[in-house]
């Protein structure tokens, strides 16, 4: 079976949601939200072979090989991962992206550009037809609007782990994303304060260790319009200026497996790439963790090891239009109930399997002070580079989503003053 018969199957699940899809009037019903944001509602998936509890590994990955993409489940046949099963965790997003995706989602389209009209908060395109020309382009704007929260602080580690030597280089750094515009209201308060600007997010870092990138600091704005490139700011301790710079997406990350448009599972810029919706599936994901980090181990201690679970997903292939990309393509699978990717396949110029992305989302039930987190619950990501043999992983220690911040946070004099 190839990968792409394989990403063809049918699914029982996918079909009575594409009805229910399809079926709809033009106003947006409950039934459609409720196929959309709860697709576990009617019951958790089973699948004969895969009760909880079940171990997945090189000697008992039989029961398994229709819910794995087949170059992941390539690398468990060969021992470099296993995992336990977990029951799937239902993780629905806040009832006010809910709410807005009911309230405003008939009246989102795609312009002549390529760009969002109509669209104010929630998830743009809950209903994806397959015979829409258009299907993978929404499917990816789905992906840039889906519910992260208002704001989002981070304390990791990123480590630089080669397969058989410690890590190679750690950096303990402090990250936030803030949103400002296309936020639902909720409790009265409208968090959309950079509407004037056009400012969809903006996005801080300041590396606390080692001592030789201490106080580095970045700021990053991403533009609603998708058309507009980033500004982004740097600080460093030595110049004790801070200046703009202009940043590649398709470059490396820290001399990372990552590109700097491969954070989160896409980063980057919507134009860049050419979007096809090859379908929907049932597979085996790293959701529901059940602590505040993924744990990881394997071969490098590369692979997120915590229990997987069945999880309903679509599969979203993105081409890049650049002919001097790195990648030829990459396969984002993405979580229907969330719309996070949770893991991607990039492959190379040659067409060749190159690196896998995990990226692993918790329980709020066993993260203290995040209990009640409707939003998908970040609790790390690596990035496997199987040419290089390097491991580039994030492993956070803390996340905090409730915490209001100044007006001033990402005002560049403020900076200036943190470096101080």
Same mark, same amino acid.
């Given at each position: 079976m190839t990968t792409m018969d394989w990403m063809r199957m049918p699914s029982v699940v996918t079909a009575l949601w594409?009805? #229910?899809? #399809?079926? #709809?009037c033009a106003e947006l019903s409950d039934a459609v939200v409720q196929s959309t944001f709860s697709p576990y509602a009617a019951g958790k998936p089973t699948v004969p072979g895969l009760a909880p509890g079940t171990i997945i590994s090189k000697d008992s990955w039989e029961a398994a090989k229709d819910y794995l993409p087949p170059e992941i489940l390539e690398r468990i046949q060969q021992g470099e991962f296993s995992f336990a099963i977990q029951e799937t965790t239902d993780l629905p997003v806040s009832d006010a992206y809910m709410e807005a995706t009911k309230k405003h989602a008939e009246h989102v389209r795609i312009g002549e550009s390529g760009e969002l009209e109509g669209y104010v908060a929630g998830?743009?395109?809950p209903m994806l037809e397959p015979n829409d020309p258009h299907a993978g382009l929404k499917a990816a704007w789905n992906v840039r609007h889906r519910d992260f929260g208002d704001v989002m602080q981070v304390w990791n580690t990123f480590r630089l782990v080669p397969e058989s030597s410690p890590p190679e280089r750690e950096i303990e750094n402090y990250y936030v994303v803030a949103y400002g515009m296309h936020r639902p209201h909720a409790n009265g308060v409208n968090p959309n304060k950079w509407e004037d600007g056009g400012v969809l997010y903006k996005e801080f870092f300041h590396v606390v260790a080692p001592y030789d990138l201490r106080n580095s600091m970045s700021v990053k704005l991403r533009y609603v319009q998708d058309g507009y490139? !980033? !500004?982004?700011?740097?600080?460093t301790p030595t110049s004790r200026k801070i200046r703009k710079i202009i940043l590649k997406q398709d470059e490396a990350s820290y001399d990372s497996g990552f590109l700097n448009e491969d954070f989160f599972g896409f980063w980057g810029y919507i134009r860049a790439c050419e979007w096809k919706l090859i379908g929907t599936r049932r597979l085996l994901a790293p959701v529901g963790v059940r602590a505040v980090s993924s744990t990881f181990g394997g071969r490098g201690n590369w692979y997120?090891? !915590?229990p997987w679970e069945l999880r309903e997903m679509l599969i979203l292939e993105g081409v890049p239009k650049a002919s001097g990309h790195p990648y030829s393509k990459r396969v984002l699978y993405i979580d229907r109930q969330m719309f996070v990717p949770v893991y991607v396949l990039y492959y190379d110029q040659q067409g060749k399997h190159q690196k896998t992305l995990f990226e692993s989302y918790g329980n709020p039930q066993y993260n203290p002070g995040n209990e009640q987190v409707r939003y998908p619950l970040w609790a790390g990501e690596t990035m496997i580079d199987y040419e290089e043999?390097?491991?580039?992983?994030t492993v956070v220690s803390k996340v905090n989503y409730f915490e209001t911040l100044p007006d001033d946070f990402f005002n560049l004099d403020r900076i200036m003053a943190r470096g101080q």
């Open positions: 594409l009805l #229910t899809v #399809t079926a #709809t998830l743009p395109f490139n !980033d !500004d982004n700011w740097l600080y997120p090891v !915590d043999r390097l491991g580039s992983m």
